[in-house]
Structures are given as C-alpha cells and as structure tokens.
C-alpha cells in the first residue's frame, strides 16, 4: 500500500486513475492543477506523485521544478504521466528530476505493478546514494552519475519516437554512458551498483 | 497647301543679300529676315526659327559667320549652308566642327543653291528622325529602372542607360565608346558583372541572382546579333530584387513559424485526445464488456494515429532548425552555389 498524489486538470483522468488505484490498496490524493496540488505536499507526505504536463495555469514542468526547488519536498518522487510525448529538450533538461514517464493511454489495470516497480526502484537508487555518500566524499560525483542514469533511461525509452533524430539520440545516448562509466572507472565496481542495470521498459 | 520653308539670309554686303533673297523667293522659299552681323544672325534665328540659315563666313562686326553658325547649330539645331567667296583650309577646318549642312562657292547661280538647298534640308529631315529615335531610344532606356547596358564583341559600350552610368560615375554619353572593362577599377559593379563583362564573350546568354553591397540583383546577359547575324553583341540588365527578396524571406519565416504552430496546436490537441481514450479504456476493464477487446483495439488504432502527429511535432523543430541552418545558403553567391553544383 502506497500514498499517491495525482495531479491532473482532467476529471475524468482522476476518476478513473483514482478507482483503478483504490481497488489495489492504494490512498489517492488528487488535485485538478499544479498549484493545488503544492499546497496538498503541505499534508500530505506521497510515496509518489504521478503529475500531468499540460494543465493550465502552472503547469507539469513548473510544477516539477516548484517541487525539486523547496527542499521540503525535493526529496519525492515524481514521475510525469502525461498525453504528451516528450521531446528532447524536455528529456534533457527534465530526465534527471523525475523517475519515469508514462504515456497516456494505459492499462488500468497495470498501473498499480507500474508505480509499484518504479518506486523499488527509487527507494533502490535512494538507498545506493545515502550508502555512496558515506563512503565517497566527492558527493556531487553521485549525484551526476544517478542524473545521467535517469536522463539515460529517458532517451532509451522514448528513442524511438524520434525517427528523424536517431542519430542525435544514439550521440546523447553515448555521451550519458561513456561520463557514466568514467565516473564508475575513477570509483571503481563495486561502489556503483546501479551501473546500466536500467532497462526501459512500459 | 504646303507651308514654304523659310530661309534665313546673313551677309555683309547688302545688294548681295537682297540678290539671295530675291532669288530664294523665286525659288519658292520665304525669307523671313536677314541679317550682317553675327549677333543679329542669332537673334533672328532665336525670333523666326526658320528651316534653315544661308551663312557668309565674313560678317560686319566682330563675330564670323562661323562663330555664329555654331552658335545657332548647337543651340536651336538649325541647318546652316556656308556661303563664301573664298576659303582657306583654316576656315573651312573651322567650320566643318560646327556640322555645317554644305558650303556654296561665290558666285553661284540658281540652280546650285537650291540643290545645295534641298539635299542640306534632305539630311536635316534625317537627321531629325534619327534624333527622335535615338530620344525614344534613350528615354526608353531611361525609364527602365534596371541598370542597362549593350557592348559590343570588342567590349565597348555602345549605348548606356543613365542608372548603369551613374554606377559607372559618368554621364551616358562620355561612356560611350570606352571599353566597359578599363572602367571597373573599382568594385561598382557586383562581383559576378564584373566577372562576365571582363571574361570572353560567348553566344549563350546567362541568367544569375547574387548579393551585392546588401542589395540583392537579377542580371540578365543576352547576346543580340545583327541582320547578317555575325556582329554579336551583348545587353546586360540587372534588377534590383532586394524588396522581392526581403519578402521571400519574410514568407518563409513566417511559413515555419506557422508550421511550428499548427504543431503546437496538434501537441495540445493530442493530449487532449488521449484523456478520453485513457478514460475510456478505464471503465472498458472494470466493465469486462463482450466488445471489451474490440473497442480496446479501436482506441489503440486512435492512439496510434496520435502518435504520428506526435512525431510530427518531434520532427518539426529538427525542421526548423534545418531551415535556419541552411539560410546562409541563400546568401551564398551564385559562384558559391554553382561550384557547389559542379562538385556534385
């Protein structure tokens, strides 16, 4: 059983999505717009939040960076759940803030499975930080390296979508893993458990 | 009936004055006034304007009959028949610089003088036609707003037009007859011009765009042959297209911007659409309906089709950037651009 805050404008989304979530077990918490659903963080303490992009008046990506911005919130999870693809701007600038993205329409009924994978694999990648942290010093190093291993999952998992751009696609892609691998070499394995076990997927 | 061409009389001696007249009118010519001094000769000429000036090279006061045909000839472009008794190779040197009509020896009879007369009028009606012509020619010429220019196989300019000349720093006339080369001494003449009017000249006319001093030009070379179609020679025009330019360029913009935003509007659009499509494939698994897989097939075909606006999206800002890339291109000279063909 997990919390969830859903925003999004759209009431029939958090009708459904909020039915679907309730029947695994799950407490939902819905607001209609970035800025309610802010306001909510002030109560209520989400394993994750699932967050639309396009809504008027501040939308997905202001909130987002409204929430990694407080650092009372900073520490959430988000992942993006939106009718929009991402372009690769957005993948680039946003990938390394959130920990997934999904497309709408999906199935209901695997959802649950869904944010229940992607918050494993949060909690995996929280846990590896905080034990990383006390034995390497250069901190900012660990941050950079989880970044570029979010921002990676990202390209890989939308790389598709851009037919006429593959070749950028494969460059950004290969800049990720050659900076990640060269942190790892500089640590040495086993510091960095993580390396490139992601694998896109939903 | 006809009107009688009128004929101006200037000599010294007054008998022989009144001779020549009396024997003009005879003829059948009217003699408006006569004349024995140089400066009475152009007054009258001023005042009556005849159709003609019979001219004593010797006159009473200080101006010759020569000073003030030229004066006359140059100014109203009136013919003029010199009239004298005797003539040095001095005086008649002299007189052939203001473009006399004939001379006529004293003493003359009747029948010299009128056909002096007639073929000086005969040349002068010529004349006359060949300056309306040239006129139009030149007027033509000048209310094109292209720079004009036609030049012989030899290069030389033949005739000019007063736009191409003021780029050359020179009126159309002192141009012509100079080799248009030796007068590019200084870039006033876009690249490509100057190239094609210095290099050999061939029989295939040319047609080029290039960018010059900020402005953009069409020229166009053409070679025209004459009746014998031997003696070629070539008319240069160029157009300044610097407006059309602008404006193509300001369309373009304009059509990318709008592309962006037709995608723009798709993107919202889309979004809007999987909504409904998430929705609905909601309640299609609570409900676990007999058209369950059925209607699910359908929104995955919708979703699809979305998705394909998708890429569009994704696709037009690499679109975009393709266009603004290769925008320098278009400034590219016609060199460039035809080098670049070549190597291809």
Redesign the interface.
Known sequence: MSVILLIDD?D??R???T??LNLEGHIIHSAPGGREGIEMLRTVHPDIILLD??MPGMDGWETLCAIKQDPGTRALAVSMC????P???EINQYGKYIEDYL???????ELSNILTSIMERFIKYTTEIESLKNKISDHHLIDEFYNFQKTLYMLEKFSR?????SEEIELDIHRYKTRIQEIHDSQGYPFFPGLLELKPGI | MTEKIRILVIEDEALVADDMSEMLTEIGYEVPGIADTGEDAIALAFKHLPDLILMDINLLGSMDGITAGGEIRSRLGIPIIYVTAFATQAIIDRAKKTTPSGYILKPFNERQIQTTIEIALYNAAIERQLKERDQTIRTLLNTVPDDLVLINSERKIIAINESMAKKLGQMPDALVGKVIGDLLTSPVLSDMLSRIITSPITGRSTYFEEEWNNRWFETMVYPVADRTGTNIRIVIQSHDITHRKHLDEKLKEEGISQIGKNMEQFQILNDQIRNPLQVIKGYLSLDHTKYGDAINKQVGIINNLVTQLDKGWLESEKVQQFFLKHRPMFNKSFQEQNEEVDLQ
């Open positions: 759209d029939d989304i009708e459904i999505f039915l679907f992009i396009m939106s009718g929009k693809l372009d690769l701007k497309v709408k329409p999906q199935e209901l009924s979508y851009f037919t006429s751009d």
